[in-house]
């Protein structure tokens, strides 16, 4: 049996489309379905329980658990980057996380959980995911600093020879529908083209970025689902790993792509960015993949224009199409 935290969200329920690929069913799903539309991430998913995430960690607490997993895939958290709930980040995706953690190590069960390349800050330390780096790094939203914690909760009590954590860069494709403003770049843009032709951007700041010029490192759901399908078939392999494609694209790029797999000329305006977020404004992300690679995965990832062709093609143009 396989748990998986954040079952119905985008990279938890993208994971059990994987799972279920392999023929695996089996699989406990443990969310907080509110009033989103992420309920719809699990309409072609075979699974064998929902469980409401409070009631799951009351059963961790009271150790009336009633499920014996091999393996805990935890991507339940709070992803906005722009939560301002301190307090709420902190139980949610720091202590919460703990324990969780806490039961499956006691437990000899396997467990990888999401960290995030937000932990990096600005980027001005670079994007190692180094351990000796990892403890320097400097978050500038809670969001970042929530999964900074838990990343040095792994360190400081030396349990990275234990379990396997993943620092995704910047996710996009299927089954982020529900994200609302936390969607990709791709799925917006996809939006503004098809309801007027046009894509704004962000100016640039800095002289040595051109308009719509800044650097991100954007990696395919689908490529993310298989490196995670590999840590959970290899369980001797622990760390903490950043995962993107190691190669860093332009704004300019992405918009590009997704006109093209529209067919369709590009039409970008560049807009001013708010005052407030401009000197929080990353320009540069770029995952450094050579520790996950001494690891023993054999990285590769789609281009970024097959990427988004995929997306674009078989998804955003196939409206309510879900893995």
Known sequence: MIIVTGGAGFIGSAFIWKLNAEGISDIVIV?????????KNLVNRRYVEYIHKDVFLRMLRSEQMPFKPDAIIHMGACSSTTERNADYLMDNNYHYTCRLAEWAIARDIRFIYASSAATYGDGSQGFSDENIVTETLRPINMYGYSKQLFDLWVLRNKVDTKIAG?????????????????????HKAF???????????????????IDGGQMRDFVYVKDCVEVMWWLLQYPTIHGIFNLGTGKARTWNDLIHAVFSAMNMKPRIEYFDMPPEIRDQYQYFTE??????????YPVSFQPLEAAVQDYVVNYLQMPETHL
């Open 191 to 209: 939006e503004q083209i098809r309801d007027t032709g046009m894509v704004r951007l962000f100016r640039s700041y800095k002289p040595e970025y």
């Open 166 to 186: 993943i620092k995704f860069f910047n996710v996009f494709g299927p089954n982020e529908y529900h994200k609302g403003d936390m969607r990709s770049v791709v």
């Open 287 to 296: 995952a450094r993949m050579d520790k996950l690679q001494r690891a023993g």
């Open 31 to 39: 969310d907080e379905l509110g009033q989103a539309d992420k309920w």
